[in-house]
């Protein structure tokens, strides 16, 4: 196994455990995120490939907890905000 971190994010990546986008280990080397030339702080999924992230909607949560999200549409782009020795890589949707 390599001990290596990757330069660049993962494509499709979400912050709840209960999907199976999830991983801690990218999570905790924090990512940025900007979506039409702003970037966000409340990102709770995102798809670089696809176009999109998924934003909570307000306070609102589902019967079992979870909070409602929504899904916008646009240019996504995401890099490491722990960047170590390595020099910053940004990831794309074109």
């Known amino acids: 196994m390599s001990d ?8 499709h990546l979400s912050v709840n455990p209960r999907s199976p ?8 080397r ?5 979506f039409k030339d702003r970037v966000r702080t409340d990102v709770e999924e995102y798809s670089i ?3 999109w992230i998924r934003v ?8 079992k907890g979870q909070p409602l999200t929504i899904k ?8 490491f905000e722990d960047l170590g020795d390595e ?3 940004a990831k794309k949707a074109g």
């Open 56 to 63: 909570q909607a307000g306070k609102s949560v589902d019967r």
């Open 87 to 89: 020099p910053p890589v």
């Open 72 to 79: 916008l549409n646009g240019p996504v782009e995401a890099w």
């Open 49 to 51: 490939s696809e176009g």
């Open 21 to 28: 986008h999830f991983d801690e280990s990218v999570l905790q």
């Open 4 to 11: 290596e971190k990757p330069q660049t994010p993962p494509d």
């Open 30 to 34: 924090g990512i940025g995120i900007r």
